[in-house]
């Protein structure tokens, strides 16, 4: 194994970021897993219809020892098993992972790899038309994470300040905006810029990302690019070639980005582009975009 292949570590791949410390989370380029809890891997994986609900090949544990650092959720409520339980989901099709499952495999991962950052992008809260207790998932995302969130008023810090401030606090949380949520520790919605067309081919979605990406970069919040194709038959398309291609760092749109979301992010080197593009951008700051 070669020096280089050596030094990256999916595990611990922001640690070895060059200068990581003088950006802000609103400055990093995320590897995301999109609709991180729908995987193969899943109680329920077989038991839903087609390929249309999985988009990751193994649980958050996972994903998380093979880069994946902004996770795009989508949480049901239910108290039908007598107990408060919060479920992943794809369209009101169930995995059967609950949000525990990720809560004690963040807690793992974080003891282990302490200089490393989360997003916990909650996209949607809530299943179709079925009660959701945004009080309850408040109360119990306190207890379990609290002293390791990042309040919002530290958005502007830099990496180096919050691991100066704080040797736990690694977890951005984010949710669309409800009364009973503490917007101390949640930081706001953060938009997802995709095609609005449920069946895109690769040429539509490349021209979507060039459109996105031309008055990028934006420096003061996080925001998402699902880069992802589906067709009628077979759910998630398989363009890792493309991805490879199109956010390589010989071109500019990686460094444009914020999160980057796809299906099944492992089979394409977008960790390792991200970790890259961070880099460059912890170097070269805004002049990597400057014309002239």
């Not at 990302?209 to 919040?221: Q, S």
């Amino acid at each position: 194994m070669s020096s280089i292949a050596a030094a990256f570590d999916t595990r611990k791949w922001m640690s070895h970021v060059l200068d990581i410390e003088q950006l802000k989370l609103t400055d990093i380029v995320w590897p995301g897993s999109h609709n991180s809890g729908m995987d193969k891997k899943a109680p329920n994986h077989k038991l839903v219809p087609g390929n249309w609900i999985t988009c990751q090949n193994d649980s958050f544990a996972w994903q998380l020892d093979k880069g994946a650092r902004a996770f795009d959720l989508r949480l049901g409520y239910t108290t039908a098993s007598g107990r408060p339980t919060f479920y992943f989901h794809h369209n009101g099709y169930e995995s059967h992972r609950h949000l525990d499952e990720l809560v004690e495999a963040l807690a793992a991962f974080l003891e282990q790899n302490a200089d490393e950052f989360v997003v916990l992008d909650f996209h949607q809260l809530g299943d179709g038309d079925k009660p959701f207790d945004h009080q309850q998932l408040n109360d119990f995302l306190l207890r379990r994470l609290g002293s390791q969130l990042i309040p919002f008023a530290d958005a502007m810090c830099t990496v180096g300040e919050l691991k100066r401030a704080s040797s736990r606090r690694r977890i951005v949380l984010a949710a669309p905006h409800s009364r009973g949520l503490d917007d101390q520790y949640f930081w706001p919605y953060i938009p997802h810029k995709w095609t609005r067309q449920v069946f895109t081919d690769t040429a539509t979605l490349e021209r979507h990302i060039e459109t996105t990406l031309r008055d990028a970069p934006y420096e003061t919040f996080l925001w998402s690019l699902p880069v992802t194709c589906y067709s009628l038959l077979g759910g998630p398309a398989d363009i890792k070639h493309k991805i490879n291609d199109w956010f390589h760092t010989t071109r500019d749109w990686v460094t444009r980005c914020s999160i980057i979301s796809t299906d099944f992010f492992d089979q394409s080197d977008i960790v390792r582009y991200c970790w890259v593009a961070n880099s460059m951008k912890a170097v070269y700051g805004r002049s990597l975009h400057e014309s002239g």
